[in-house]
């Protein structure tokens, strides 16, 4: 049997992995530790096989982009999960699972242009968030060695029910709006039950090295919202030859591009031994939509 510890007690994804892990309890023992405060800094790790660190900073509103709030994203998506890190490997973890992002390659994707993530793309992080995450990402590499294995993955968007961020904006849109936007755009997401499969995987496997996990199909926004809205029930109308008020747009949100513009990961990039995308694209839209 594996033991597990998930830091970041009641995040989503912590959460969500350790829900997806309960499916095998003759397998895995999975317990979780928030760190908050100081007092998990007295709590054992020993004894554990591996820690997933899924503590940190994400959705916080108007900070990516604000200076004065970069010290607390470094203090909490690096400096911590590299003490994390460094207390695991003291007490005898045998491996850290970080979850960083794709936000450390500092790209974004203009309505109507592709941009393509491929192994030999550079980290060039932009904001508070993706800098915390590349810096935490260098600082747990240099404790990497034979008997302390990091693994660090870097999804996309990530969506599942009770998910926040831009699916929840576009699921309000989908469940409100009559008519919608067709714009040829595709994007790499990955849904909840995907990504905790590949890390049940990677704990299997105890494995080592970068992951850029995502779906086995791209998204395509529009129709993304028009099977929202048909998980529903309700019938939405796709509008095409519009990308032209939604270029009058950019400049006043910068949504355009988050929801239409074509940002992907290689799916090169993205294969592991094995299949780890258990949930199709339809599959995960229905689960995520049920009430």
């Known amino acids: 049997m594996k033991r597990i510890l998930i830091t970041g007690a009641g995040s989503y994804i912590g959460t969500s992995v350790a829900n997806y892990l309960s499916r095998w309890p003759d397998r895995y023992r999975v317990d979780t530790v928030s760190l908050r405060g100081d007092g998990w800094r007295q709590t054992s790790f020993r004894g554990y096989d591996a820690v997933l660190h899924a503590a940190g900073i994400v959705h916080q509103k108007g ?20 003490e994390t890190a460094e207390k695991a490997r003291a007490e005898g973890v045998g491996q850290f699972l970080f979850l960083s992002s794709a936000s450390v390659y500092g790209l974004s994707a203009p309505l109507g242009k592709v941009v393509m993530i491929t192994k030999d793309t550079p980290l060039k992080p932009v904001d508070n968030y993706g800098i915390s995450k ?19 993955l870097r999804p996309p968007m ?3 029910k009770g998910c926040k961020g831009n699916y929840r904006t576009l699921a309000k849109l989908a469940k409100k709006l009559p008519v919608f936007p067709w714009v040829d755009n595709q994007r790499s997401m990955l849904y909840i039950e995907n990504l905790s499969e590949l890390i ?7 494995a080592e090295g970068i992951f850029c996990p995502q779906n086995n199909e791209y998204v ?20 095409r030859g519009v990308t032209w008020a939604l270029k009058l747009l950019r400049p006043v949100t910068g949504m355009v591009d988050k929801a239409f513009g074509s940002l992907c ?13 258990v949930k199709d694209l339809q599959e995960s839209i229905q689960e995520t939509e049920q009430p």
């Not at 900070?63 to 590299?82: C, G, W």
């Not at 990402?137 to 990091?150: D, I, M, T």
């Not at 990961?265 to 995308?277: E, I, K, N, P, V």
């Open 134 to 152: 590349a810096r935490a990402e260098e600082g747990l590499r240099a404790l990497a060695g034979e008997k302390f294995k990091v693994a660090i």
């Open 265 to 277: 990961y290689d799916f090169a990039l993205s294969a592991y031994t094995r299949d780890y995308c």
């Open 220 to 239: 395509n926004t529009s129709d993304m919202v028009s099977r929202i809205a048909h998980c529903n029930g309700r019938g939405i109308q796709m509008v």
């Open 63 to 82: 900070s990516k982009d604000d200076p004065a709030q970069a010290e607390e994203y470094d203090r909490v998506n690096h400096l911590l999960a590299v």
């Open 200 to 206: 049940r995987q990677l704990i299997d496997d105890e």
């Open 158 to 160: 990530i969506y599942g």
